[in-house]
């Protein structure tokens, strides 16, 4: 393989290995603690971390509670548009 295949094939495993594991990346720990009712009440079906429960979030925003909320924007989850009084 050429120098220049070698480098190829390492830059598309490097962007490959990054979009793969960006789905799961774990909510923080205060996220999960404030969010465990809403996880109960909205999306309990899916698993924790899972580009489905994030999506499920983002699906019942204007249900989730204002501490969950909260701690998704804290955790740069959600824009602070998500905070507005409803």
Known sequence: MKKSETVLA????ACA???LAAPAMAYS???????AGDYQ????????????LRR???SNR????????????????????YRKKR
């Not at 720990?29 to 969010?35: D, F, Q």
């Not at 309990?44 to 971390?49: S, V």
């Open 29 to 35: 720990a205060k996220v999960r603690n404030a969010c």
């Open 62 to 81: 204007k249900g989730l509670t204002r501490t969950c909320v909260t701690a998704l924007v804290d955790a740069g989850e959600v824009p602070a548009k």
């Open 41 to 52: 009440n909205f999306c309990a079906q899916y698993a924790p971390n899972s580009t489905e």
């Open 56 to 58: 499920c979030f983002e």
């Open 17 to 19: 290995a990054f979009f």
């Open 10 to 13: 390492a830059a598309v495993a």
